[in-house]
């Protein structure tokens, strides 16, 4: 069992930046991939970006790219989301989350994530 906790949201006005970071504990030895997600109201969750723990292949959402940088400590067991030029439709919940287990799906997808933390507040507003 992995036990996921996001922290780094709040209120941000456009052009400004935040970085999230999301504290895995438990087993973390066997993950494949790790991610974040996010959800505005009134929308379905999507991936934002999401790296691989072998090889550590990125990927990002079109709307994010160039202004969010993903990484991840393997020593410390964080995967952060540095996040810059934000626009107020970057504004929603921002949910970390790690796969396991391969299912042959792609790996930045929310199907292929077996856990999930509980979201931390992004807005941008001015």
């Known amino acids: 069992q992995l036990q996921l906790v996001e922290s780094g949201g709040g209120l941000v006005q456009p052009g400004g930046s935040l970085r999230l970071s999301c504290a895995v504990s438990?087993?973390?030895?066997?993950?494949?991939?790790m991610g974040w997600f996010r959800q505005a109201p009134g929308k379905e969750r999507e991936a934002v970006s999401c790296i691989t723990n072998i090889g550590g292949t990125t990927n990002y959402a079109d709307s994010v790219k160039g202004r969010f940088a993903i990484s991840k400590n393997n020593a410390k067991n964080t995967l952060d989301l540095q996040m810059n030029a934000l626009k107020p439709e970057d504004t929603a919940v921002y949910y970390c989350a790690v796969g396991v287990v391969r299912r042959g799906l792609y790996y930045c997808s929310d199907l292929s994530m077996d856990y999930w933390g509980k979201g931390t507040q992004v807005a941008v507003s001015s």
């Open positions: 438990g087993n973390t030895l066997d993950y494949y991939t």
